[in-house]
């Protein structure tokens, strides 16, 4: 299985459409690209293996990374709108005016859900992360708040 999450940049946070097979699936709230937040920004462009993980803390949740020893990045939930530390992935069902995420809990559980499914018939599931485009920043659209 092979979803594909479409992103788009703002100064705050970074904003994707997941999808399989040209069908959007949920929505993915990240914190903002490396240009406007040095630290704690989200995570690199590329094809990811999402894997299982499971902890007696957390229980069973999933994480892409591109090699199992490097970097693993983990899916989320939240509560509110506050996009936990550090970069990771969070499901929303749906955005609400002003960038407001909601039902985080109920698209992080769908996800996992079609993910195992994926795995226990034997697929490999990988995520493609793609930008729409990304133009350099400019003083008009640091103004505006979206910059791309």
Same mark, same amino acid.
């Given at each position: 299985?092979?979803?594909?999450? &479409?992103?788009?940049?703002?100064?705050?946070? &970074?904003?994707?459409?997941?999808?399989?097979?040209? +069908?959007?699936?949920?929505?993915?709230?990240?914190?903002?690209?490396?240009? %406007?937040? &040095?630290?704690?920004?989200?995570?690199?462009?590329?094809?990811?293996?999402?894997?299982?993980? %499971?902890?007696?803390?957390?229980?069973?949740?999933?994480?892409?990374?591109?090699?199992?020893?490097?970097?693993?990045?983990?899916?989320?939930?939240? +509560?509110?709108?506050?996009?936990?530390?550090?970069?990771?992935?969070?499901?929303? &069902? %749906?955005?609400?005016?002003?960038?407001?995420?909601?039902?985080?809990?109920?698209?992080?559980?769908?996800?996992?859900?079609?993910? !195992?499914?994926?795995?226990?018939?034997?697929?490999?599931?990988?995520?493609?992360?793609?930008?729409?485009? !990304?133009?350099?920043?400019? +003083?008009?659209?640091?103004?505006?708040?979206?910059?791309?």
């Amino acid at each position: 299985m092979k979803l594909l999450l &479409t992103r788009k940049y703002y100064l705050d946070k &970074t904003i994707g459409k997941m999808s399989i097979n040209g +069908k959007t699936i949920m929505y993915i709230m990240e914190k903002a690209h490396q240009v %406007f937040r &040095t630290f704690n920004h989200c995570i690199p462009e590329g094809i990811y293996q999402v894997v299982p993980c %499971f902890s007696e803390e957390k229980g069973w949740y999933l994480s892409v990374s591109r090699d199992r020893n490097k970097e693993v990045f983990e899916f989320k939930s939240i +509560k509110g709108n506050e996009i936990p530390d550090g970069p990771c992935l969070v499901p929303v &069902t %749906f955005i609400k005016e002003k960038r407001i995420p909601m039902y985080s809990n109920l698209a992080n559980i769908k996800l996992r859900d079609r993910v !195992f499914l994926a795995l226990d018939e034997g697929e490999e599931v990988e995520l493609e992360i793609v930008s729409e485009t !990304f133009k350099s920043v400019k +003083k008009r659209c640091l103004q505006k708040r979206e910059c791309i």
